[in-house]
């Protein structure tokens, strides 16, 4: 079907993940693998880039909820950037914006990470 | 060709060849030496009547046995070693063969009249058992041969009694004799059976033929010249003793040529061994196509018969998986070994391999040592039209390379493995899409059982509800609580993911909105008990949204929050309003954050207001260019339908879905409920 990427970059100490196309039921378990290998290797710091994303269902809403709490235990965060307004509504909706940060660029998820980290 | 009788029953022939006996038995004794022409000529017939009533019935019963020729020969054996005795007693009896007179003693003439009964069953089995050797392994064309022996030794044994009545017309005898001679020996050459035995069998049976053969020849001696036993023979019969005469001939020759032919046998016996059995694996494999279904047991069985096939100390089978090549099962050798000398040869160069490939531990374009120790290898590939579904593998430890005939083998042999194996592939996915299918019935018949079978009715308060599943069942849910007389308590919720796990969560859903919606009035705090629960049972992947709320049908007012749900559209003055008060979707947070968060929405409702309810199967569901039906469709048609009855606005409304998304399957679940207030129409109507 829908055609689905994860590319995880590294930027200092943060990781961006990008995502790309459709993530739903099938595609879940790729984002999951991608947040799996960060924990291994102890990288608590991400931000998810939504710019290329198109759609997301709420199985791929169920991965950010699962890993957000290992990341937060670890003085770590996952934190959202260059969402489109449709799949921003869907995260508006569930209540998303009360537990996540939402950043229009990612250089201001890192740099708020960077921030917090200083002092 | 049918002869006279031969259809009878075997119990009938067994009763004819008794009666014939007796009768012969009662003429020998009132005729021991019949010697007019009439007497003689009934004391043929006689014979000739008994003795073939038993052939006929000797026919029918060894003809099941004739499966295992070297025990039917083993009996034959027997009887003829009998007749031995019997020659070597008559003539130690009498002194001089011309000294044979029976009518002297009644007792001697007693016996001998028994003796020849016995004899006329011995030779009678001897030649049904000739004759089935002959047919067996044969042509059916060949029968003719055999019947015109037949006759002839009838002919010779006509012969022989018109010689004895008759001295001078003795040439007839010798004509007939010398015919049924040459196509004794004719028949004698039908020895394909022989080829058919096993090694061991083909020894037995070396052995047994030259005995058989020196001791028919010794019979044939003591019957062919003038000895007391030919006398007494002419006595009993000339027409019997030409015939057992000819038949001792038959066995000595027929054993001398099993001997032989057997002899030239045996330096291939072994390697047609290994062709019968080669050939019945074979079968065995494709008997198997339609016993063994289990994909993995298949591929044990064939990794299995691999090694029978060709002789090989090893097998293992590799199969494609989703453009990878992975051992599937493995005989004789440890799965770290095979992998090892799989991974040596690198199949991606063997990606065109059409057929067998042998290769040796020399082969010089290989690198050394890959085999392992083992000195020939054999790649088979799995061909399902021509494309490569897996290759099979066998190894040989014996300095014995894989020969042409292990080739051929193998191939064959892969092809069939080949084809059982698709097949039991295309099975288990057929099975595993049934047992989907059943989980998928089951899940949406809780669905069913979980929603309400009927919606309340009230004066003023008019509602609709619908519910269409998914294909793959989803987590929707709704429900309606009459809290008090004048209180309607509402839910519409949907569970995150679907298929039979969705469904379960659905009904404990349910579970909790029955048991606190009497308990607990405001909708915040009651959606706050419900996150509670569930965020002690969800999966940390799975959440729930939800509306719930309260509509008070006297006064008309409506109270509701919402935990991350679909906002709940208001229809008034042809103007769709969202309301969206804030809330977190159920269990996504599992701390505070949702009792901080969540609000409640209260107004008072306006007459012809129209309140919608829906889960996200209807904004969200998609065309054939993955395009979103969207809310300001929806709106469209709530607003354009909004003075008609709410089933005709429901009926619009999945009216405009379907037209929408035509070519698209509907991959979730759809859930509408609507309210109107009528209050002044009714007012004004009932008044």
Not at chain 2, 41 to 53: D, K, Q, T
Request: hydrophobic share 45%.
């Amino acid at each position: 079907m829908a055609d689905f990427s994860v590319n995880v970059r590294g930027s200092g100490s943060v990781n961006i993940i990008d995502l790309k196309g459709y993530l739903d039921a099938h595609t879940a378990p790729e984002l999951e693998n991608a947040f799996n290998k960060l924990i291994k290797d102890s990288k608590f710091k991400v931000v998810v880039n939504f710019d290329e994303l198109k759609y997301i269902s709420s199985a791929g809403l169920g991965v950010f909820m699962a890993y957000v709490e290992p990341m937060r235990e670890n003085s770590g965060d996952i934190k959202f950037s260059n969402m489109k307004e449709n799949v921003y509504n869907i995260f508006d909706l569930l209540g998303f914006p009360m537990l996540y940060e939402f950043f229009k660029d990612e250089s201001e998820a890192i740099e708020k990470f960077n921030a917090q980290a200083q002092p | 060709m049918n002869f006279p009788f031969q259809n009878l029953a075997a119990t009938r022939k067994l009763e004819n060849s008794i009666f014939l006996g007796i009768l012969l038995f009662i003429f020998k004794v009132v005729y021991p030496e019949p010697d007019t022409v009439l007497l003689m000529f009934v004391n043929e017939l006689l014979i000739l009547a008994s003795g073939y009533m038993m052939v006929l019935y000797i026919i029918s019963f060894l003809e099941k046995k004739v499966a295992s020729p070297i025990a039917v020969i083993l009996n034959a054996g027997i009887f003829n070693a009998i007749l031995f005795f019997i020659i070597t007693v008559y003539s130690s009896a009498y002194d001089d063969p011309y000294d044979v007179a029976l009518s002297s003693n009644f007792i001697v003439t007693i016996i001998f009249i028994f003796t020849s009964l016995l004899l006329l069953f011995i030779i009678g089995y001897i030649f049904v058992v000739f004759r089935e050797l002959f047919f067996l392994r044969q042509k059916k064309s060949l029968r003719s041969y055999m019947n015109t022996m037949v006759f002839f030794l009838l002919f010779t044994a006509l012969g022989a009694a018109i010689k004895s009545l008759n001295g001078s017309l003795e040439f007839i005898f010798f004509a007939f004799l010398v015919v049924s001679m040459l196509l004794i020996f004719i028949n004698s050459l039908r020895v394909a059976w022989i080829a058919f035995l096993t090694k061991k069998q083909k020894l037995q049976l070396l052995g047994i033929s030259i005995v058989l053969s020196v001791l028919f020849g010794l019979n044939f001696a003591y019957t062919l010249f003038d000895t007391e036993f030919n006398q007494l023979m002419n006595i009993f019969s000339p027409g019997f003793g030409a015939y057992l005469n000819l038949i001792m001939l038959y066995g000595t020759v027929y054993f001398g040529v099993i001997f032989f032919t057997t002899l030239f046998h045996l330096p291939t016996a072994e390697a047609f061994d290994r062709k019968s059995e080669e050939i019945s694996t074979l079968i065995d494999l494709s008997k198997l196509i339609t016993q063994v279904f289990d994909f993995k047991e298949l591929a044990e069985t064939v990794t299995t018969i691999t090694m029978k096939v060709c002789y090989s100390d090893a097998a293992w089978l590799v199969i494609e998986h989703e453009g990878k090549y992975e051992l599937s099962a493995v005989s004789n050798i440890g799965y770290k070994e095979a992998e090892t000398i799989f991974n040596g040869i690198g199949i991606e160069n063997y990606a065109d391999l059409q057929e067998v490939l042998i290769i040796s531990e020399e082969d010089a374009t290989i690198r050394s040592n890959f085999l392992n120790g083992f000195k020939s290898l054999a790649i088979s590939p799995l061909l399902i039209k021509k494309d490569i579904t897996g290759y099979l593998f066998a190894v040989r430890k014996v300095e014995q390379e894989f020969d042409d005939d292990d080739k051929k083998n193998i191939g064959a042999f892969a092809d069939y493995a080949a084809l059982a194996l698709e097949n039991a592939k295309h099975l288990e996915a057929s099975i595993e899409n049934e047992r989907m299918e059943k989980e998928l019935d089951l899940a949406r018949e809780v669905q069913y059982k979980i929603l309400p079978s009927k919606t309340p009715e009230y004066d003023f308060l008019e509602i609709s509800s619908l519910f269409i599943p998914a294909f793959e069942v989803g987590g929707d849910y709704y429900d309606f609580f009459k809290i008090s007389e004048s209180k309607l308590g509402f839910v519409i919720a949907d569970v995150s993911g679907k298929g039979i796990s969705a469904s379960f969560v659905m009904a404990e859903v349910k579970g909790i909105f029955e048991s606190i919606s009497g308990v607990i009035s405001e909708p915040a705090k009651l959606l706050t008990k419900a996150n509670e629960v569930l965020s002690q049972s969800l999966d940390k992947k799975t959440f729930v949204t939800a509306v719930y709320g309260i509509i008070d049908v006297e006064h008309g007012k409506i109270t509701f929050a919402r935990a991350g749900h679909t906002p709940v559209l208001l229809i008034r003055d042809n103007k769709a309003e969202s309301l969206t008060p804030t809330g977190l979707g159920l269990g996504i947070d599992h701390g505070n954050n949702f009792l901080n968060t969540i609000k409640e929405l209260e107004f008072d409702l306006k007459n012809n207001d129209i309140i919608v309810l829906y889960t996200d199967g209807i904004p969200e569901s998609q065309n054939a260019e993955l395009e979103e039906y969207g809310y300001k469709r929806f709106e469209e048609v709530l607003i354009k339908n909004s003075d008609k009855q709410l089933d005709y606005i429901s009926n619009e409304i999945i009216q405009g879905v379907t037209t929408f998304s035509q070519n698209s399957h509907q991959h979730d679940d759809i859930t509408l409920v609507l309210f109107k207030w009528n209050f002044n129409n009714n007012k004004f109507g009932v008044s």
